[in-house]
C-alpha cells in the first residue's frame, strides 16, 4: 500500500461509528500494513475483528464473525475471492447482511466484474491510502458501491451490454493466480519480476506457467501472448 496521510481524525462519513471488518489476503505482511494503518479503532473507526490468507479460512471467519465489511484480495489460495463470495451468499443477505469490498493488485476487467457479479459491492486497488480506504469501508457499509477511479467504467460497461458475454471455457480453467501469471507474462515480465510482484518464489511461477501452458495446450510463451492478446487480456 502507498504510504498514506496521517489519520489522526476519525472520517467525515464515520461520525463516530464503528465498522467491523474482517481482512482477508494471502500476504500475511500486507495484512499486517492494512491493520496498523486503519485498524487504530478509537482514530478510524475500524475495528479488525478477523483475517484470514485462504477460501476455506475467509469463510468461516466471515460467518463466525458476520462483519460489516470484509476487505476481499481477488487472488486467493482456494478458489480465489470469487469462490468467497459465492460460498458467502447465505451471510450476504438482508439489510443486515456482510458486504464485501474488494481490495487488489490487479485491475484487470475480468477480475473486477467477476468480484462485482459474485457480489462485492465496490472494487479498489492497493494503492489507495489509509483515509481512502476508511471512507470506502464506511460507505461499503452503508450501501454505497465504491472503486478506484478508472475501474468504475469496466462495470458500466460489463452490465450496459444488452447481450451477455459468452462464457470463455478455455479461460475458465485457470485459477485466478494462473490469470494473473498468464497477463504478466503476456505483458512480456520475466520470471524474477512475476514472482516479485505477487510475492511468490520463482519456482511457483514456473510451476503456474507450466500449468497455464497445459491446460490450454499451448507450448511456449509466445503461443501464449498471442492468445492473451487475442482475447484482450493484455
Do not use: C
Not at 485498524?39 to 460489516?68: F, L, Y
Not at 460460498?87 to 485491475?107: C, I, N, P
Request: glycine share 10%; aromatic share 4%; no cysteine.
Amino acid at each position: 500500500m502507498t504510504e498514506a496521510a496521517p489519520m489522526g481524525v476519525p472520517p467525515a462519513d464515520g461520525l463516530g461509528r464503528t465498522a467491523r471488518v474482517v481482512l482477508v489476503d494471502d500476504h500475511r505482511m500486507f495484512r499486517t500494513g492494512v491493520r496498523a494503518e486503519i485498524g487504530r479503532t478509537a482514530e478510524t473507526g475500524i475495528d479488525v475483528v478477523g483475517e484470514a490468507d485462504d477460501v476455506e479460512s475467509a469463510v468461516r471467519v466471515v460467518a463466525e464473525t458476520r462483519p460489516d465489511v470484509v476487505l476481499l484480495d481477488v487472488h486467493l489460495p482456494g478458489g480465489g475471492g470469487v469462490e468467497v463470495l459465492r460460498r458467502s451468499a447465505g451471510v450476504m443477505t438482508g439489510e443486515q447482511g456482510v458486504k464485501f469490498l474488494a481490495l487488489s493488485v490487479s485491475d484487470a476487467a475480468e477480475d473486477v466484474i467477476g468480484v462485482i457479479r459474485g457480489g462485492a459491492r465496490g472494487y479498489v486497488t492497493k494503492t489507495i491510502t489509509g483515509n481512502d480506504l476508511v471512507n470506502a469501508i464506511f460507505r461499503i457499509a452503508d450501501g454505497d458501491a465504491v472503486f478506484s477511479p478508472r475501474l468504475a467504467g469496466f462495470v458500466l460497461d460489463a452490465f450496459a451490454a444488452t447481450d451477455t458475454p459468452p462464457v470463455d471455457e478455455d479461460l475458465d480453467r485457470l485459477t485466478q493466480r494462473e490469470r494473473e501469471v498468464l497477463r504478466l507474462i503476456a505483458r512480456g515480465y520475466a520470471y524474477k519480476e512475476i514472482a516479485k510482484q505477487l510475492f511468490i518464489s520463482v519456482k511457483t511461477v514456473e510451476s503456474h506457467v507450466s500449468a497455464v501452458l497445459r491446460k490450454l495446450q499451448l507450448s511456449n510463451r509466445h503461443e501464449l501472448t498471442r492468445w492473451a492478446t487475442a482475447r484482450r487480456l493484455v
